[in-house]
């Protein structure tokens, strides 16, 4: 099926000022250099899944080996218009899914159904594989699980929902970033590293601090 | 292999005052009936995936059909108390998982390593399968995931982590019903519906609503 041939992937992002929930942790630089990282973490298992990574960017950007798409717009109207210059399937994944593996990647698009949907938490969409993009729009922001849901239902087309953990892990908060720390690997838990960023225990909780010499 | 025969899950579960936390949306008798309800729901998927499930519950407590046990220490000494008198492989799955699916509990007992781990958000452990229950002891609250990777090491098992968002999915706080009235079915949404407790949308984000005739 699509296995044989390169799946066609295309991650949003906004290099500038990203990620701004974790201000109480990081500064703007320390913010856009994360974000980088956690892309680096998507392309490279993208790359390994065999897929074809673009970078979809709202400002000129550069990314070794990889395509990169400019649009300025938000995220749906940018995404909806590269959807419809699409002929082939397109899995349309975020840049911020640092614990993404291989092989939920390849659970998604080696589904049977018309649309995979991988949700995130609090009715999110992670990841979304459409095998006629022509025929399919997206609506994130809000409860974009049930939207996305529904707009395949209103196409006729049908869908499937991939089960992963480390897929619908979406990292926006402080809280998040404990999940980098103690499943993650690779570019983002580096850089949170040398951030000095790290695992702390308070009355059984696990949380996240960061050591005052950085 | 083991899914030819029935596997053995252990369920722990607290008929009183359980899940506090909810206490802001649900008083004492609500959170005594839906801690029932999600219980319920991991039953019914324990029966589907072909296990044989047993209730560890802290004080008397009767489940049609379903075998109880009944230990009143704290977690970790009534569940090891219980896996020394294992001989077959077991599951020990937590009761607050209601979104759990037939899938993942047939994908971590089809499991090929020693241990397999099933991670809950923020470092917790939601299920284990244990192959040879005498060798092997649990460790929760805290960072569990780690300890439970460094118990199987200690101890010379291998272990494998399952990636299920469904089964990552424990039910704690007010925030995490909207999973249940997103992605959740069986008894768990009825009892949410019945509460009143509802999906809202403030500012974009997906949050809970408990409507005041109730």
Redesign the interface.
Same mark, same amino acid.
């Given at each position: 099926m699509t296995e044989s041939h390169q799946v066609h992937a295309v991650i949003p992002f906004r290099p500038v000022n990203p990620k701004t929930r974790l201000s109480a942790v990081m500064d703007q630089k320390e913010r856009e250099a994360f974000a980088r990282a956690m892309l680096g973490d998507v392309v490279s298992v993208l790359l390994e899944a065999g897929c074809l990574p673009c970078i979809l960017s709202t400002v000129p950007f550069e990314y070794p080996g990889v395509r990169t798409h400019i649009d300025e717009r938000e995220l749906n109207e940018a995404l909806n218009a590269y959807l419809s210059l699409q002929e082939t399937p397109v899995l349309v994944i975020m840049s911020d899914l640092p614990l993404t *593996?291989p092989?939920?990647v390849k659970r998604i698009v080696s589904g049977t159904a018309d649309v995979g949907i991988?949700?995130g938490? =609090? =009715?999110g969409t992670n990841a979304l594989y459409i095998r006629t993009p022509q025929a399919y729009h997206v609506d994130y922001? =809000?409860?974009s699980?049930?939207d996305h849901v529904r707009i395949a239902e209103d196409a006729g087309l049908s869908y499937e929902?991939i089960?992963? @953990? @480390?897929?619908? *892990?979406d990292i926006d908060e402080k809280?998040d970033l404990?999940?980098i720390l103690?499943?993650g690997g690779g570019r983002s838990l580096s850089f949170l590293r040398e951030t000095g960023l790290a &695992?702390s &225990?308070e009355r059984?909780?696990?949380g996240i601090q960061r050591s005052s010499h950085e």
């Open positions: *593996t092989d939920a991988v949700p938490r =609090g =009715g922001y =809000g409860a699980f049930c929902v089960d992963s @953990f @480390f897929m619908s *892990t809280e404990v999940e103690i499943h &695992l &225990l059984g909780r696990v």
